[in-house]
């Protein structure tokens, strides 16, 4: 079934792949389930259309002539005005690897081609509905010496400057602070993070942690070997 939006509130996907079967199967999918679609056929295009345009989601291939999807998407993710928008990989680079590089630069999904247009587009759907529901629920948690606040995506440490998360990270770190104390597993943080109809590796779980401690410390977010992850609400 269509999830057509409105002329008004369209998101806004920007297709990068250097398959121009692929661009045009794709851009006419998003097109008819409402998505406002550009296209660049390579990296170093994408990164000029995406400061105009400021897409809500991009979908992104790795291998691509002049810059690769994974440079591309590292560089994407240092412009602040599209800092919180979803990346999804579409590649054919089916290995560990490439997928742990992908989410080190902050991907919101990992995809393999060949790619199935309807369930790509349930997918991409799910993450918008996912969005508006977490819009709807509370703004902000002060915790410890940390005010975290969803509206932009801001941490505030000891009434320092605000930090701007990317989105994933935001996301479990916010999670995570719901319920200090309490330890969630790598998968249940998939799960609750990502979604159940996202797949993707324990590891990137790993990486967004690591990620926060560089940015946070080390102080708030405890590691149970064998077990998982937990916000502790005491400084040590």
Known sequence: MSTTKSAVSAPKVLVVDDDSDIVE???YNLTKEGYSVLT???GKKAIEIAKTF???LILLDIMMPQLDGIETGRILRQNPDIKNTYILFLTARSEEYSEVAAF???ADDYITKPIKPRALMSRINALFRREAQKAESGDTIDILDLSINR???TVTQAGEKAIVLPKKEFELLFFLAQTPNKVFSRDE???KIWGADIYVLERTVDVHIR???EKLGDQYIKTLKGVGY???NELA
Do not use: C, H, I, W
């Open 25 to 27: 199967l794709l851009e």
């Open 40 to 42: 660049a056929s390579n």
């Open 54 to 56: 400021t897409p809500d």
């Open 104 to 106: 080190d630069v902050g």
């Open 151 to 153: 509206k932009n995506y």
């Open 189 to 191: 943080l998939l799960q």
């Open 211 to 213: 990620k926060l401690r």
């Open 230 to 232: 937990m916000f502790s």
